[in-house]
């Protein structure tokens, strides 16, 4: 188990760096940061010589590949970083200097237990991408097939495992302090982050949800997902179809191109709709360096070590409550937050209807350029606090791609409206899922699975198993030992020991920076 000093003088070392960038003034005048937090804070920052402009991103790419991942997933948490924060994390990109190709066929070779000339016909040593996880390298198979070969970062797995548990002592001890903090619920937060993260770090999950995502958009026209090659993949090593064609992001070369912005962007945003709400599987890392359009117009995605899911009771909400927006049927909208149980049941629907009007009147009938989605996002998180709506984990993903896909669609199509392009989708498949056909066929599937199961039903008592909101249970979050309850627990220093130990820590990264001990 790591040591709280050790968890402390990491937080200090990043605190520095972040100080550096400019990146501590937001939580240190932030009303809602705890007292100990804005403590820590200053003494991260003592010594620092701050920039005027906050830089966010650049102050994540520093400390690592974990900050990375972390900063991607908190720029759709503006209710935790702010505004500002999350606006520049958005252009946070996953770039590294790539690591000497020995390195990589070492890792290549030593996955398979086979030379690399067994495996492959050739691979460039050049990569075409380096990020924070893997890298990737252009190869042709032995049957002469050019392919796509994405290979783990050497130890990277055991960097990840070490700032993540920081992370989780980290969280537990922000949650602990109650009141705001608590609210947001970070350890959840970590908790998602961690299992997002471990799946990225298995490769042949990747190429599972790959798979599996090609299968569910099989009869959606004009979307594709490469095709993997299961005989030269494993947990460190994907291979996959070469895919060529125009990034999504170069507009210029696709209008040269002549390939329709606006349908592009029209089924881009259908795309996304189709996979979360008929599905509930999405590609969740949906910018613009994983989306190429090829010559005959069709959108391949690629990267799918980052994959959402929402069960079908929360797609029924989501649905309702897309179109609620659309149509300015607030009341619905706030009831479906009830019965979800998002909000506690003590508030008022017909306040929460009138907050939601707020949000929603002013963005409807208007062009993305002018008012957004994200912007909706953002008025919705304002209005949480006032409802003590607790933050819903399980949908984070889904807001950073809807994020996403705006932006993306924007660009190719400014004037879009995705108002008007999701409402027609979402307005036919509440009819089918929700109409009174697929009602009867649901009701009669119900009640003849209650039958079946009424034996044991009538050995559960109902006030033993309460019934379940909207959200999923939560997972199994480890035990973290607070440092303030140490002491009753007869293991040593208590709270203000460790703060004590955060100012020496503090001291010692000041100077350990002075002398270049640390970045």
């Known amino acids: 188990m790591t040591a709280p000093a050790t968890h402390i003088l990491r937080l200090l070392g990043w605190g520095r760096t972040l100080a550096r960038h400019g990146a501590l003034r937001g939580i240190e005048r932030n009303p809602n940061t705890p007292a100990p937090v804005r403590r820590l804070v200053r003494i991260a920052r003592l010594g620092t010589r701050q920039q005027a402009a906050p830089d966010y991103a650049a102050a994540f790419r520093a400390i690592g590949p974990a900050a990375i991942k972390l900063g991607q997933s908190l720029a759709t948490r503006p209710d935790i970083v702010g505004d500002e924060a999350a606006n520049n994390l958005l252009s946070l990109q996953d770039n590294l200097p790539p690591v000497p190709f020995d390195g990589i066929r070492a890792a290549i070779e030593s996955s398979f237990e086979a030379p690399l000339d067994r495996l492959f016909a050739s691979v460039d040593p050049v990569p075409v991408g380096a990020a924070s996880i893997a890298q990737v390298h252009k190869g042709v198979t032995l049957d002469g097939r050019t392919v796509a070969i994405k290979v783990l970062r050497p130890g990277v797995r055991e960097r990840l495992a070490r700032d993540i548990d920081t992370y989780e002592w980290a969280a537990a001890h922000l949650e602990a302090l109650g009141g705001e903090a608590g609210r947001l619920r970070p350890r959840l937060t970590i908790a998602n982050f961690k299992r997002w993260t471990n799946r990225e770090l298995d490769l042949r999950r990747e190429a599972a949800s790959a798979s599996e995502l090609a299968e569910a958009m099989r009869g959606f ?23 060529d064609g125009i990034k999504i992001a170069d507009i210029a070369a696709l209008r040269a191109a002549g390939h329709d912005m606006p349908d592009l962007a029209r089924r881009l945003v259908l795309a996304f709709l189709t996979q ?76 929460f209807a009138t907050a939601l009007r707020a949000v929603g009147e002013p963005m409807r009938g208007k062009p993305v350029s002018e008012l957004s989605v994200g912007q909706m996002l953002d008025g919705l998180f304002a209005i949480t606090r006032d409802f003590d709506m607790q933050t819903q984990p399980h ?125």
């Open 221 to 243: 026209a004009g979307y594709n997902v490469p095709t993997i090659e299961w005989d030269r993949t494993n947990g460190r090593v994907m291979t996959v179809e070469w895919i």
């Open 276 to 351: 979360a709400i008929s599905g509930g599987f999405f590609h969740a890392d949906m910018h613009q360096g994983n989306l190429f359009v090829r010559a005959d117009g069709g959108i391949v995605a690629i990267d799918f070590g980052i994959m959402g899911r929402i069960d079908k009771r929360a797609r029924q909400w989501l649905a309702e409550i897309l179109y609620g927006l659309t149509t300015g049927n607030y009341r619905r909208v706030a009831e479906i937050h009830f019965e979800a149980q998002y909000v506690p049941a003590h508030h008022s629907v017909e306040e």
């Open 395 to 519: 949908l984070l993903l889904l807001q950073k791609t809807m994020v996403m896909v705006e932006g993306i669609a924007t660009q190719l199509d400014p004037g879009i409206n995705m108002w008007d392009v999701a409402a027609p989708f979402v307005r036919s498949w509440i009819r089918d899922e929700l109409g009174p056909e697929a009602a009867l066929a649901d009701r009669l599937r119900t009640d003849a699975d209650t039958l079946l199961r009424l034996p044991g039903l009538i050995r559960r008592m109902e006030e033993r198993y309460p019934p379940k909101g909207g959200a999923p249970d939560p997972p199994p979050l480890a035990k973290v030992d607070l440092i303030w309850e140490r002491r009753g627990q007869g293991k040593g220093r208590f709270w203000p020991g460790y703060l004590l130990a955060a100012a020496t820590g503090g001291v010692l990264v000041w100077a350990g920076t002075l002398l270049g001990w640390i970045g």
